[in-house]
């Protein structure tokens, strides 16, 4: 019976699977060496929320579990934020400043990503958002090409079951 209370929802557990897929995701080596995306700290921070925010598109307005394992995945996303500075070294006392700058920087990501990929199949203010996040410190070349792969990512998680999803299960589309 107390393994029953102290076992976590599914939607939690489901949420730290998306995460990780998000995450294995993200650190494809194609991104970095054939998208350019900096290998850096902020261009992690950014490649890693665009498909987080991929995710949490996929799951918007499908129901009341969808929007459960939504709430984990982003609760797991942040929590993730919090170990990586604290591993970076960052001291307590200033983990919560920065934790709200990225806070804030996300939220501002999940605006711009759902307004940009809502002028689809205008791709133009996608690639903007790429180019000013993504590519802030360094060549915005490959802008349109990073677009191309979030529009072919969204279309693939479009395309899966949401019940595949809500058993954690992500294909994702090639980098």
Same mark, same amino acid.
Do not use: C, N
């Given at each position: 019976?107390?393994?029953?209370?102290?076992?976590?929802?599914?939607?939690?557990?489901?949420?730290?699977?998306?995460?990780?897929?998000?995450?294995?995701?993200?650190?494809?080596?194609?991104?970095?060496?054939?998208?350019?995306?900096?290998?850096?700290?902020?261009?992690?921070?950014?490649?890693?929320? @665009?498909? +987080?925010?991929?995710? /949490? =598109?996929? *799951?918007?307005?499908?129901?009341?579990?969808?929007?459960? $394992?939504?709430? #984990?995945?982003?609760?797991?996303?942040?929590?993730?934020?919090?170990?990586?500075?604290?591993?970076?070294?960052?001291?307590? @006392?200033? +983990?919560?400043?920065? /934790? =709200?700058? *990225?806070?804030?920087?996300?939220?501002?990501?999940?605006? $711009?990503?759902? #307004?940009?990929?809502?002028?689809?199949?205008?791709?133009?203010?996608?690639?903007?958002?790429?180019?000013?996040?993504?590519?802030?410190?360094?060549?915005?070349?490959?802008?349109?090409?990073?677009?191309?792969?979030?529009?072919?990512?969204? $279309?693939?998680? #479009?395309?899966?079951?949401?019940?595949?999803?809500?058993?954690?299960?992500?294909?994702?589309?090639?980098?």
């Amino acid at each position: 019976m107390l393994q029953r209370l102290f076992r976590p929802r599914p939607a939690k557990a489901v949420g730290e699977t998306l995460y990780r897929s998000a995450v294995q995701q993200a650190r494809t080596p194609a991104l970095y060496a054939g998208l350019g995306v900096p290998d850096t700290v902020e261009g992690r921070f950014e490649i890693y929320s @665009l498909h +987080v925010i991929l995710l /949490m =598109r996929r *799951l918007l307005g499908q129901g009341e579990q969808a929007a459960e $394992t939504s709430q #984990a995945l982003l609760d797991t996303y942040l929590k993730g934020l919090d170990d990586a500075l604290r591993g970076m070294g960052v001291g307590d @006392l200033s +983990v919560g400043k920065k /934790m =709200r700058k *990225l806070g804030e920087a996300f939220f501002g990501r999940v605006k $711009t990503y759902h #307004a940009a990929f809502e002028q689809l199949p205008d791709a133009g203010e996608l690639e903007a958002v790429i180019a000013r996040t993504v590519y802030a410190e360094g060549d915005a070349a490959q802008a349109p090409a990073l677009a191309r792969y979030a529009i072919a990512q969204q $279309t693939a998680l #479009a395309a899966a079951p949401l019940d595949d999803i809500l058993a954690g299960d992500v294909a994702w589309g090639a980098a």
